[in-house]
């Protein structure tokens, strides 16, 4: 019901900032709680942060507090991540994600609580 495609990756220097988007489709968007994932290479894929339906509520993984903003945009169908101070760790595949409509959580730091996911866009830091 919902289709997620990210945007925004790309190769940039320790220290500098990345804005990645994620535009959705769909009649229920805007509805469900979102979130952005991350996955490494060889790695599990980690929790970065998520976000309420009406943005009131933030939540964030510890290696990112204070250096990512998570923000979202219902009526354009948009949610963003502005990353200040890149770090060579945080070099992976970043996906955006969405719960259904009717989830009951407020945010969500858990994969199996959301069921639509974008194919991802890759965020490399070079040192």
């Known amino acids: 019901q919902v289709q997620l495609v990210e945007s925004g990756g790309g190769l940039v220097q320790a220290g500098d900032s990345l804005r990645l988007s994620c535009v959705g489709s769909?009649?229920?968007?805007?509805?469900?709680?979102m979130a952005w994932f991350r996955q490494a290479p060889g790695k599990e894929r980690e929790f970065v942060a998520t976000i309420s339906r009406s943005s009131t509520n933030l939540d964030y993984a510890d290696s990112v507090k204070g250096r990512f903003t998570i923000s979202r945009e219902n009526t354009e169908r948009t949610l963003n991540l502005q990353m200040y101070s890149l770090k060579p760790e945080d070099t992976a595949i970043y996906y955006c994600a969405a719960t259904r409509s009717s989830f009951i959580g407020t945010t969500s730091r858990l994969p199996s609580d959301y069921l639509y996911w974008g194919q991802g866009t890759q965020v490399t830091v070079s040192s």
């Open positions: 769909g009649p229920t968007f805007g509805h469900g709680v």
